[in-house]
């Protein structure tokens, strides 16, 4: 079973940048489908990126051209590069991890980081 720490989170202004980071540890995440996903104060968890074992990408509409995800397989570490970052980027952000396929369904999913928070203040 692989475990996953997202760190990275903080608090950003408006149009600043951010980059989280998803260590694995207990397997390889060669074999994985990864994925970001986040939760807003009040909201289900919604899809932000995701990245296949091949390493095809797939965005949210509302982050496409902001923010940027790529895995180093080698140091086992998945990235979210944030830029131009909004007060609706606000939420707890997860890291997700499934050996089958990639979705942009939250339960296509069976492991989860704990979370890291990100608050842009306007």
């Known amino acids: 079973q692989v475990q996953l720490v997202e760190s990275g989170g903080g608090l950003v202004q408006a149009g600043g940048s951010l980059r989280l980071s998803c260590a694995a540890s207990?397997?390889?995440?060669?074999?994985?489908?990864m994925a970001w996903f986040r939760q807003p104060p009040g909201k289900e968890r919604e899809f932000v990126a995701g990245i296949s074992m091949v390493y095809s990408t797939y965005y949210a509409d509302s982050v496409k051209g902001r923010f940027t995800i790529s895995r180093d397989n080698a140091k086992n570490t998945v990235y979210l590069q944030m830029n131009s970052l909004k007060a609706e980027d606000t939420a707890v952000y997860y890291c997700a991890a499934d050996p089958r396929t990639v979705g942009r369904a939250a339960d296509a999913y069976d492991y989860w980081g704990q979370g890291t928070q990100v608050t842009v203040s306007s």
């Open positions: 207990g397997r390889t995440l060669s074999s994985y489908n």
